[in-house]
């Protein structure tokens, strides 16, 4: 029995050496393969164009957003991005040698930027890098000429700011064999160019999975592709044609307006949303806008089982319903019908009868500034409710307004509105001093 027993070790012994010697063959491999670059920055007069291309690149990328904090210079990094394993500060990418990328090749950007090999070894994914592997070969460069542009700026980020053991970057080469299709966009020959363009500027430099694909315990998108995600306190809502929670009712049209200028006849963005739109989506074409369009109305709509509206007679309707009419109304209208490309239409509005209200939720506590944008300049705001109601006021007027006028979703409960105000450290209620 003894000897079988060390034979069953020896074997488990040589399987878990062969392993790790398989792994860090693989971490290492991939740390040090070769990307020979296609497409070169041009000379003379074609330069300009190019960088022109590449600055355009770099707004359907929202290359701004992430590597520019507030206050900070643009592009010099240190924006914290929170994710469920820690936070990660954004990388300085401004021409500066020291602190920068400013003494990069254009090999090494692409294996950042596409492949995800940094400086430093293998990039989380909160670099998008897993979408961006689909940029042409000709937009990876033409960003390149572009990134080169940029003034620089001498400011060190410490990056990694992860607990053990998510700060150790060789872990990530696993999660690349799991998670990371390395290859360029393919073109669908069945559908339409302007489908293709579309489906390219969402799957690669739009990297709109990031935001509204549900992620798995480990991080990678899970098969629910473009059905909603959450991030940070806030819902990235479905973006398949689903008529209940995603953009069934939407005409072409209705997203062009939305991506152009943050609001349309039926709502306006708020959070992350309204970055995007300021940063990266009010500067696309009108045929990108409409190719975008085109491409996601051709998904197929995410199956979701439709609830059964609340009873309008239950306590948290009938308390819902004063709150609302004493608190909501003047803005949004005592039928929900909001104020056209201003305010908001609650009714039969997808994110709110969406399953996860935690951006209605954040809104109402904390308010939201409406988007400034070139086809937007007067955006109405959001006041903040924190101080003014009781967690249990904006769960009942939550629930209300979600199960009102056609909408049918499930209950906010006073909970749900406490573990809100407290992870996005909304202001204190006003009356619960007096308590």
Not at 276 to 290: G, I, P, R, W
Not at 393 to 404: L, Q, V
Request: net charge neutral; hydrophobic share 35%.
């Amino acid at each position: 029995m003894a000897k079988k027993l060390r034979r069953v070790a020896l074997a488990v012994g040589v399987v878990a050496v062969a392993g790790a010697l398989g792994y860090t063959a693989l971490v290492e491999y991939g740390l040090h393969k070769s990307y020979p670059q296609t497409v070169q920055i041009e000379e003379g007069a074609g330069l300009k164009d190019q960088i022109k291309r590449g600055e355009y690149v770099a707004r359907l990328s929202d290359c701004t957003a992430c590597h520019t904090k507030e206050g900070g210079q643009p592009f010099a990094g240190g924006y914290k991005l929170d994710t469920p394993f820690g936070a990660i500060l954004s990388s300085n990418i401004t021409s500066d040698k020291d602190t920068g990328i400013g003494g990069w090749t254009q090999e090494q950007f692409d294996r950042a930027v596409r492949h995800g090999i940094g400086s430093h070894g293998n990039l989380y994914a909160a670099m998008p890098y897993n979408a961006y592997a689909k940029l042409t070969d000709q937009d990876l460069t033409d960003l390149w000429a572009y990134i080169r542009t940029i003034p620089a700026v001498n400011n060190k980020v410490v990056e990694n700011q992860l607990p053990f053991p998510f700060n150790q970057r060789w872990t990530l080469a696993g999660w690349n064999l799991l998670f990371f299709k390395d290859q360029v966009f393919q073109p669908n020959a069945q559908v339409s160019p302007e489908i293709n363009r579309g489906a390219y500027l969402v799957e690669g430099p739009g990297h709109c999975a990031s935001c509204h694909t549900a992620k798995n315990l480990l991080g990678g998108d899970s098969s629910a592709y473009l059905q909603g995600g959450s991030l940070q306190g806030w819902y990235a809502p479905d973006l398949t044609p689903n008529p209940h929670t995603g953009l069934g009712h939407w005409s072409n049209e209705d997203i062009v307006s939305y991506l152009r200028s943050g609001a349309n006849s039926k709502t306006a963005s708020s959070g992350p949303m309204t970055e995007a739109v300021e940063n990266s989506t009010q500067y696309m074409s009108d045929s990108d806008l409409h190719a975008i369009a085109q491409y996601l109305h051709s998904l197929p709509a995410s199956q979701t089982t439709v609830p059964a509206a609340i009873d309008s007679q239950q306590n948290a309707m009938l308390v819902g319903k004063k709150v609302y009419e004493s608190q909501c109304s003047a803005c949004h209208v005592s039928n929900g019908s909001g104020i056209r490309n201003m305010i908001p239409t609650l009714a039969g509005n997808a994110q709110v009868n969406s399953a996860d209200p935690s951006s209605l939720i954040n809104v109402v506590l904390n308010g939201s500034q409406g988007p400034f944008t070139h086809a937007n300049p007067t955006a109405a705001g959001m006041p903040a409710f924190a101080w003014k109601l009781s967690d249990s006021n904006i769960a009942d007027a939550m629930t209300y307004i979600r199960n009102s006028w056609g909408n049918a979703a499930t209950p906010v409960t006073e909970a749900q509105v406490k573990s809100a105000r407290e992870g996005t450290k909304a202001q204190a209620w006003m009356g619960a001093a007096k308590e």
